[in-house]
């Protein structure tokens, strides 16, 4: 019998909360063989810098004990101010002159010191059969962040065999799980910042990340019912009812998802103007901000544009003695970063 592919153990470290997911690859589709969240304390993790190793991997380590995951091959993902992706257009290159180009030239090209810097490049080929130039995918990440991120699982007796970045992620899974190549804009939502990511073509055609996310409910909720985070995030959640002060929390919840769908408009906006002839056929959510009540329909009214939330294990299987088909249901949108990572094999 042939050995069964290994993959790797997508682990995505946002700033709320740690996402674990495994997967096993069977026949043509997945097997999901683990799935869990923890959260993580405040400002454990922030703008994708680990400011608390220590309460991290322990966090982890939780994780993988209670989902007893003994394969400890794992991927992550980066994203935020430390790393940088970039597309330039150069002439076409035989693999080894291009890698000699890039760390020659990558300081003209981003802005951070290059002795800082992990460095990787994709050729994307887009010169076709005759065409003189190409379009190469340029990914910068600084050292002293990544490093701190390969210490703290390792300390956890951990592999770390993949760095991805977040949106890639959200990107290939995206590819995998549908199959589809349709012009559509990608969207997660977390807790502290929202990623947009438009394909058109099959390529990502517009990447952003916007410094709007689920805190800003929970902070402002906090403000005006002046409660603390943790009670103001139960309230958001609607875990403690509010009765007297059902308008003020309505208020902000509009407010703020206003503000989320002006991001959003801005960068449809931009794609339409450089793209006039391919229009997108739907706005895929993800995240955990993305579950706000009401959002989808919300969004749906506001860009006209069909909105739908993204279930990564839609087509996966899975025992359903060992996981609650309903859990998956619940946790999905927030898991697709994590199930992006799960599917890269780690025959490293
Ligand atoms: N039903 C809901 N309504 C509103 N917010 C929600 C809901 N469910 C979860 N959230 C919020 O989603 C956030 C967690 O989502 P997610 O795990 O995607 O964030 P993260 O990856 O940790 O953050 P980031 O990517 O910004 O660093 C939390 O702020 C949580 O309060
Ligand atoms: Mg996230």
Known sequence: MAKKEQLVTGVDIGSAAVKVCKLQKTGKGYTIMALGSAALPEGSVEDGVLQEPEEVGK?????????KIKNSK????????????????????????????????????????????YLDFQDLKTNGEHGE???????????????????????????????DVDGFALENIWETATGSSDNVALIDIGASKMNINILCDGASVLARDVVVGSDQ????????????????????LGLIPVEEQQKEVEEIFNQTCTQWVLEMKKAIDLYMANHPDKPLSRLVLSGGGSK????????????????ISFNPFQHMNFNRKKIDPDYIEAIAPEMAIAAGLAIRPADF
């Open 59 to 67: 966090t982890i380590a939780t994780l993988f004990s209670n989902l």
């Open 133 to 163: 130039r190409t379009d190469v995918m340029l990914v910068a990440a600084k050292k002293d962040v990544i490093d701190d991120y390969l210490d703290m699982l390792q300390e956890q007796k951990l592999k770390p065999v993949l760095v």
């Open 292 to 307: 706000v009540n009401g959002l989808l329909s919300f969004i749906e009214q506001e860009t006209g544009l069909e909105v």
């Open 217 to 236: 409910l929970t902070e402002q909720l906090a403000n005006a019912l002046d409660v603390d985070f943790e009670e103001a995030e139960k309230i958001k």
């Open 74 to 117: 794992v991927g992550i993902s980066i994203s935020g101010y430390s790393v940088i992706v970039k597309k330039i257009n150069l002439e076409v290159m035989e693999e080894e002159d291009l890698a000699e180009y890039i760390t020659s030239e990558a300081e003209q090209y981003i802005p951070f010191d290059i002795d800082e810097v």
